[in-house]
């Protein structure tokens, strides 16, 4: 039995991620962005390990989230299932920085370095990370005007990325990306093509199975099938300077090896 972390629980691929690994017997711990996100919740929590409350905009709350997830224990697993889709306006978050960069980027970021380091680390990907090479020049959308769907694929390509890096310094811990596809969630929309369980399927089996397949690192998944990613997300030249980026932006230092 495993105990797993799931950002971004309260509704679609988090959620259903959820009742996945508790019907198999899993221990899990829930994110939700409020008190009244998490009330709703309703039998759901009362089956889980616990619940960390905070809205990942800000970076106190994050911080906040890691020090209650830390305050649970050692995940064996987690899941960085919370993100945004396309904002209509950059937005600025307490800190200043562009809403979807907050939550899409500096949240996992910030919640990888913060928490205590599990076994297995998978972050919530997409197709269209394609589509977001070359953000290092302006991360956070200060001087380009604002670009809601490539700030959405500039954040996407940022997690693989961010896997692939630390599938480089931390070899005892496998980690890998995902893309579920379009999924019917709110955020999908009603006629998305894939349905949810299918979505939610390679996260929770790269989170907890023991197949040798799912025991691997720095791998770019899509429907349990490995694919290639954006060759900017795989360039560990690229990589290293997200990271030096996402430090400076965060004031959090990633930890070594």
């Known amino acids: 039995m495993a105990t797993i972390f ?11 991620a959820a009742q996945s690994l508790l019907d198999q017997g ?15 919740l309703g039998e759901l929590r009362s ?11 800000s970076a106190a709350a994050t911080k906040a ?5 830390n305050a649970i224990g050692r995940m064996d697993a987690v899941i960085h299932n919370a993100g945004v889709y396309t904002r209509p306006a950059r937005g600025t978050t307490p800190e200043g920085h562009a809403e979807t960069l907050a939550i899409n980027t500096l949240a996992p970021y910030m919640l990888t370095a913060l ?10 990907s997409s197709g269209l990370h394609r589509g977001g090479e070359g953000s290092l020049d302006d991360l956070d959308w200060t001087r380009r005007p604002w670009d809601a769907a490539k ?16 599938a480089r310094r931390w070899p005892g811990v496998l980690c890998n990306a995902v893309d579920p596809g379009w999924v019917r969630t709110k955020m999908g929309g009603a006629g998305a ?15 907890v199975s023991e197949d040798s397949a799912a025991l691997v690192s720095g791998r ?10 954006a060759s900017e997300a795989a360039d560990p030249k690229f990589q290293d300077a997200l990271i030096a980026e996402l430090e400076k932006l965060t004031g959090v230092e990633l930890p070594a090896a």
Do not use: M, N
């Open 115 to 124: 928490t205590e380091r599990p076994s297995r680390l998978v972050y919530l």
């Open 26 to 40: 899993h221990r899990v711990v829930l994110h939700a962005r409020s008190a009244d996100r998490a009330d709703a």
């Open 47 to 57: 089956r889980c390990a616990g619940i960390a409350i905070g809205d990942l905009t």
């Open 193 to 207: 093509p894939v349905d949810i369980d299918t979505g939610q399927r390679t996260q929770t089996w790269l989170a």
């Open 6 to 16: 799931i950002t971004g629980s309260t509704d679609g691929l988090g959620r259903a």
């Open 220 to 229: 770019y998944w899509h429907h349990l099938a490995q694919q290639q990613p």
């Open 151 to 166: 700030a959405y694929a500039e954040s996407k390509l940022h997690v693989v990325a961010l896997a692939f890096a630390l």
């Open 65 to 69: 989230v890691a020090e209650q997830v």
